[in-house]
Each structure stands twice: as structure tokens, then as C-alpha cells.
């Protein structure tokens, strides 16, 4: 399985097979053969440039397999954009946020009467940092339990074998490594003519750190980040607004599940404005003032906010690594080629997570790093992209993996589709959050399941047993048949896999 896995992922590489000549073959060969010589020098068998999910998992994974590993991070704290300024912190702001907001809208439905409910901004801020803190102290420590060289500082190649790294204390050093990733990572895509200042203006970094809830907020891109940071700041009490130039939100969803989700999140007074270009944004005010017209051109308008968040994506890091130095080949979106060992076409320089082709996610870069060292290492790793989960942390939330209708209508695969709302799941129903559903998409004539998408509270968490079912090549009827515990919300995938292959019992 796993080789046939490798098989189906090299579809996403931009490059050529850079193993497949005699040479790089023999170049390959040789690079493995000195991975495991005893050297007695200062030379690392592995380091990682990056200490994000990618770099840091690779580092362990690395260690744990008896290579002598160093890490270099620029941040001078682990865990890279996702711990520090990305996942971590916001799901923190995400749970706080949605606390509040159940408490000032919902407690009463259950009997609980507060006669007030106020938002402790710099309180709930100290409580996600406090949650970030700790988990970047919880990699170091499985540094050291693993033997991980951490070198704290920025580092750039010398040579495909030797790295110079600025240290944060101002002193510089010289890393040497039979095999080095880079594992740098991705920063905030910026939009022409819209310069990011951190206050009025903010990335997704500024949304985490605001000083005070916005009257008004306006979100650019209707993706993942957007809609989640959206709704932290929309439930704590600002009105949101979400510009977008494509017809969509989140692009990358099911049609009907995005349709859906777009109406649960208007009904939380999120307004969209999408086929939206934005032309120009003037912050020299008080607040913020943009203009936007129709994407196909037209008449413009004048949006005002007191802070606007820029979430238009993301961009491989990879400048300032003089990559081009010792020849690393890039593609016009700035991502390193590889090979389906994770290798560049210089021999030793692998590169893993989003600098190079493939979902920009914490978890598959995690998949990455472990399947690159295995392959140092002499083993056989496998990532398959076309199984890695995807969630939005909204409530509800969504998730999918696999592909949707539109993918396959678009293949022109013959397929079946079982559907089940949470309506009608005795669970939800029970603790009055019943609002989604879960839609299994199944091959037709082997009824083999094809994607699966789910709408619904704590979807990120219900997915990965569909994860775990496309991955065994596993039929509707396989989950169907197997004994889920009542009454849970899980039991909705059990009734939409009934509904692919048969009929659902409970609609």
C-alpha cells in the first residue's frame, strides 16, 4: 500500500523524477551510504532549516532513528508560524470566543441564568499565550529527550552541505550535514498596494494581539483563515464583513457543504461581499477606508472598518536561504521541486511541508518530515495528498477528505452519495447543537468511498474515522456495518454510509 501510495503522489510534484538517471541514482545511493558513516567530526547525518510541525517532527523522527540531527530556528521558539502565530493560538481564541458567545446566547436554553457576561479581552489574550508558552517549551523538552541539536537563529546555505546561521544572541556558526531539509515554512501572502502595519491594518498574526474588539471588522479572502479569525472577533461583538473576489467562499469545499455553511454563517451576522475586488485601502484616518468594486468592473464603493485583517493566503518562505547559491531549483510560486523522496535536484538538500507543492497544512507537513527521514534513513515513507484531512474551525465546523461532487463529476466518475443531517441524530439533538450533516460520496459500482465531508460541531474530530476508512480503500458499507456507540454524533457517519449503499434507519 504504501508503495502505491509513493505511486499516486507524484502527481503533485511540478518537476521530473530527479532520481530516475543512472547518476542521480548512484548520487542518491552515495548520500544514504554516508548518512550512517561514523565521521567522529562535528557533521550533523541530518539538519533541518525550520522548527515549525514539519521541521521539528522531521528532527525527532530524525533522532529517533539514530541519525545525529541538529534543528536551526529562526524564531528562537519552537513550533514554528502554527504553534506560535497560527493554529495553536487561534483555536485558543476560537474555544474562548465561542465560550462567551454560548454563554451570552445559549445558557439560557438550558436552564443557566448569568445576569452578565463580559469579554476579559486581555485575559483571554494571556490565556492563549499561556497555552503557546507552554507547548513551545513541551517541544524543547522533546528535543532534549531525543538528542536534537537547537541551534536558535537564522540560517542560509553555505554549500548543499554546510549551513551559516545568524544566532539570535548576534553571534554566527557553521552547521554541517550530510542531509539538510528545509522546512522554512510559509508567511502571509500580501496584496498589491495594501501594506500590513499590525494595527489597524493586520495578517492573521495582528488578528491574534488586537487591544480591543473592533466595531467593525473587514476580512480580505473568505478562506480557512479568514472566516475563522472572522468569527473570534464577530462573536465577541464586531461586525464582520467578508470581501472576497472569487463567487465562493473556501473554493476547495463541496458545493453543497459550502453552501450551507456560507448560510450557518450568515445567521451568526457574518456579511459576505463576494466577485469583489478590492482597489485600494486608505488608513491615514481614524479607522480604515476601502474601495472596492465588482470583480468584473463596475461602480465603486467606500467600505469603512476600524481594522482590516488581510488573509489572501500564504507564500513558501524561502528568501534569504540562498537557495539559488547551490542551485536549488524553484518553481514562479517560489516552491522548492522535489521528488517523490522529498529530494531536490541537488543531491543532500530535501525539502518538506509548504515550500513545496501540496496542501499548506500543519498536519501534512508533519507527514512529510516523517516520510522524508524514513527515506534518509533507508526506509520507505508515503504521504498521499489526496487523503490528507482539511477542517475549518468555525462553529459548526467543517472537514472533508477525499474529493467532492464537483471533482468527481468533473473525472466523470460514476458515483453514489449518502447524506444524513445532524437533525436527526439523537445526540445533537440532546444537547440542542444540531445544526449540519455528513456526506459520504461512494464509487458507484464498487461502492468504494470516494470523499466524505462533514458540517457539524467538532467535525475536525469525527472526520478521521472517514480518514481512516479512504485510507483502507474501505466501502460505505464497511462503516455501515460496524457497531457505533449510541448516542453520539459519530453515529451520523454510521447513518450516511447506510444512506450511500442502502437506506438510513433514523430518516
Known amino acids: 500500500m504504501a508503495m502505491a501510495s509513493l505511486a499516486r503522489r507524484k502527481a503533485y510534484f511540478l518537476t521530473r523524477n530527479l532520481s530516475n538517471s543512472p547518476t542521480d541514482a548512484l548520487r542518491f545511493s552515495f548520500?544514504?551510504?554516508?548518512?550512517?558513516?561514523?565521521?567522529?567530526?562535528?557533521?550533523?547525518?541530518?539538519?533541518?532549516?525550520?522548527?515549525?510541525?514539519?521541521?521539528?517532527?522531521?528532527?525527532?523522527?530524525?533522532?529517533?532513528?539514530?541519525?545525529?540531527?541538529?534543528?536551526?530556528?529562526?524564531?528562537?521558539?519552537?513550533?514554528?508560524?502554527?504553534?506560535?502565530?497560527?493554529?495553536?493560538?487561534?483555536?485558543?481564541?476560537?474555544?474562548?470566543?465561542?465560550?462567551?458567545?454560548?454563554?451570552?446566547?445559549?445558557?439560557?436554553?438550558?436552564?443557566?441564568?448569568?445576569?452578565?457576561?463580559?469579554?476579559?479581552?486581555?485575559?483571554?489574550?494571556?490565556?492563549?499565550?499561556?497555552?503557546?508558552?507552554?507547548?513551545?517549551?513541551?517541544?524543547?523538552?522533546?528535543?532534549?529527550?531525543?538528542?536534537?541539536?537547537?541551534?536558535?537563529?537564522?540560517?542560509?546555505?553555505?554549500?548543499?552541505?554546510?549551513?551559516?546561521?545568524?544566532?539570535?544572541?548576534?553571534?554566527?556558526?557553521?552547521?554541517?550535514?550530510?542531509?539538510?531539509?528545509?522546512?522554512?515554512?510559509?508567511?502571509?501572502?500580501?496584496?498589491?498596494?495594501?501594506?500590513i502595519d499590525e494595527?489597524?491594518?493586520?495578517?492573521?498574526?495582528?488578528?491574534?494581539?488586537?487591544?480591543?474588539?473592533?466595531?467593525?471588522?473587514?476580512?480580505?479572502?473568505?478562506?480557512?483563515?479568514?472566516?475563522?479569525?472572522?468569527?473570534?472577533?464577530?462573536?465577541?461583538?464586531?461586525?464582520?464583513?467578508?470581501?472576497?473576489?472569487?463567487?465562493?467562499?473556501?473554493?476547495?469545499m463541496d458545493g453543497e457543504i459550502r453552501k450551507q455553511f456560507q448560510r450557518s454563517l450568515e445567521k451568526q451576522k457574518m456579511k459576505f461581499m463576494l466577485k469583489t475586488k478590492v482597489v485600494s485601502v486608505d488608513s491615514s484616518s481614524d479607522g480604515v477606508k476601502l474601495t472596492v468594486e465588482p470583480a468584473e468592473g463596475g461602480e465603486q464603493t467606500i467600505l469603512e472598518a476600524d481594522v482590516v485583517l488581510v488573509s489572501a493566503g500564504r507564500t513558501p518562505f524561502t528568501s534569504g536561504l540562498d537557495l539559488e547559491k547551490i542551485g536549488v531549483e524553484t518553481d514562479k510560486a517560489g516552491r522548492i521541486l522535489v521528488n517523490e523522496r522529498f529530494l531536490s535536484n541537488v543531491p543532500g538538500v530535501y525539502a518538506i511541508g509548504d515550500v513545496i507543492p501540496g496542501p499548506m497544512l500543519a498536519h501534512k507537513a508533519e507527514e512529510d518530515g516523517v516520510a522524508c527521514v524514513e527515506f534518509i534513513a533507508g526506509k520507505h515513507g508515503h504521504v498521499d495528498y489526496d487523503k490528507v484531512p482539511g477542517v475549518v474551525y468555525t462553529h459548526p465546523e467543517v472537514a472533508s477528505v477525499g474529493k467532492t461532487e464537483e471533482q468527481l463529476k468533473k473525472e466523470g466518475v460514476s458515483y453514489r452519495v449518502g447524506k444524513f443531517p445532524f437533525m436527526a441524530n439523537s445526540r445533537a439533538k440532546a444537547i440542542d447543537n444540531a445544526e449540519g450533516l455528513v456526506k459520504i460520496l461512494a464509487d458507484k459500482e464498487t461502492d468504494k468511498i470516494l470523499g466524505v465531508h462533514i458540517m457539524s460541531p467538532n467535525a475536525g474530530e469525527l472526520i478521521h474515522e472517514a480518514v481512516l476508512a479512504i485510507n483502507y480503500d474501505a466501502s460505505s458499507e464497511d462503516i455501515a456495518r460496524v457497531c457505533h456507540a449510541h448516542p453520539t454524533m459519530s453515529e451520523a457517519l454510521k447513518e450516511a454510509a447506510m444512506a450511500t449503499y442502502d437506506k438510513p434507519i433514523h430518516i
Open 31 to 195: 548520500s544514504l551510504s554516508r548518512g550512517f558513516a561514523s565521521s567522529g567530526s562535528d557533521e550533523n547525518d541530518v539538519v533541518i532549516i525550520g522548527g515549525g510541525p514539519g521541521g521539528y517532527v522531521a528532527a525527532i523522527k530524525a533522532a529517533q532513528l539514530g541519525l545525529k540531527t541538529t534543528c536551526i530556528e529562526k524564531r528562537g521558539a519552537l513550533g514554528g508560524t502554527c504553534l506560535n502565530v497560527g493554529c495553536i493560538p487561534s483555536k485558543a481564541l476560537l474555544h474562548s470566543s465561542h465560550m462567551y458567545h454560548e454563554a451570552k446566547h445559549s445558557f439560557a436554553n438550558h436552564g443557566i441564568k448569568v445576569s452578565s457576561v463580559e469579554v476579559d479581552l486581555p485575559a483571554m489574550l494571556a490565556q492563549k499565550d499561556n497555552a503557546v508558552k507552554n507547548l513551545t517549551r513541551g517541544i524543547e523538552g522533546l528535543f532534549k529527550k531525543n538528542k536534537v541539536t537547537y541551534v536558535k537563529g537564522y540560517g542560509k546555505f553555505i554549500s548543499p552541505n554546510e549551513v551559516s546561521v545568524e544566532t539570535i544572541d548576534g553571534g554566527n556558526t557553521v552547521v554541517k550535514g550530510k542531509h539538510i531539509i528545509v522546512a522554512t515554512g510559509s508567511d502571509v501572502k500580501s496584496l498589491p498596494g495594501i501594506t
Open 199 to 252: 494595527k489597524k491594518i493586520v495578517s492573521s498574526t495582528g488578528a491574534l494581539s488586537l487591544s480591543e474588539v473592533p466595531k467593525k471588522l473587514i476580512v480580505i479572502g473568505a478562506g480557512y483563515i479568514g472566516l475563522e479569525m472572522g468569527s473570534v472577533w464577530g462573536r465577541l461583538g464586531s461586525e464582520v464583513t467578508v470581501v472576497e473576489f472569487a463567487g465562493d467562499i473556501v473554493p476547495s
